[in-house]
């Protein structure tokens, strides 16, 4: 079954509890925490998970798009995280491990991200250890752009790899998920889906979130 994760990076800040209830029919959360520095744009922090861990039961996906993620994974975690990803561009592999080793220090789900212009190989020395992997379909910092339909040939090459070496992984895409897109997403292997436009932007998000799916009996249901 598909797993979807509405994006608060969409959310109406000033309503955030009520936005975040409006999500209640995903499987997940999607929490994007932005530096400035690993990507030109400053979004949540470390209270507003605080926060929203207080209103949902959901599990909070946290997509760490921060310099060095290792200096700030176990205080994610603290704040209620049960998953958290990091970018493999963001520090050392060294640095790397020892951030997802924190993760599971502190009994949640830990695992890597890929921008766009990192090819497959770069999950590879983690994927043994990872909970999930996310493949970037936009470049990351901001909501609303266009998905990259030529990621497809490396979420399809992370799937074969994970079916072979660590079957329970997931494997989540991130970026320009809408219910066309999401079709080609899970063609090509993806098993959670993160949107956040198209969810928000939604009259009827509920509908929206089985839409994702490919389950809403329409014209496009799998
Ligand atoms: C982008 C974020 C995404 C973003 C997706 O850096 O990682 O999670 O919220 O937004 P949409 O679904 O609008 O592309
Ligand atoms: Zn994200």
């Known amino acids: ?19 975040v209830r409006r999500a209640a029919a995903a499987d997940y959360l999607h929490v994007d925490v932005m ?6 744009n400053i979004s949540i922090g470390v209270p507003v998970v605080e926060c929203v861990r207080k209103v949902t039961a959901l599990p909070l996906d946290v997509h760490l798009m921060i310099d060095r993620p290792v200096r ?4 994610f975690c603290q704040a209620g995280a049960d998953i958290v990803t990091v970018h493999v561009e963001a ?12 993760v599971h220090g502190q009994g949640k789900r830990a695992g890597v991200v890929l921008k766009p212009g990192t090819p497959a190989e770069a999950a590879l020395p983690f994927l043994e250890v990872c909970d999930i992997v996310l493949v970037m379909t936009v470049e990351p910092g901001f909501g609303g752009q266009k998905f990259m339909a030529d990621m497809m040939p490396k979420l399809r090459q992370l799937r074969s790899w994970i079916d072979r070496d660590n079957p329970a992984c997931e494997l ?3 970026g320009g998920i809408d219910p066309v897109t999401c079709r080609t997403a899970i063609e090509n292997g ?33």
């Open 72 to 75: 700030y994974a176990m205080r």
């Open 91 to 102: 520090d050392s592999a060294e640095n790397i491990r020892e951030a997802l080793n924190i």
């Open 172 to 174: 989540e895409v991130d």
């Open 1 to 19: 079954m598909i797993k979807i994760a509405p994006s608060i990076l969409a959310a109406d800040f000033a309503n955030l509890e009520r936005d």
């Open 190 to 222: 993806a098993s959670v889906l993160v949107a956040g436009s198209s969810v928000y932007k939604a009259d009827d998000i509920s509908r929206r979130i089985q839409e994702l799916r490919g389950q809403d009996g329409g014209p496009f249901a799998l």
């Open 35 to 40: 530096d400035g520095l690993f990507v030109p």
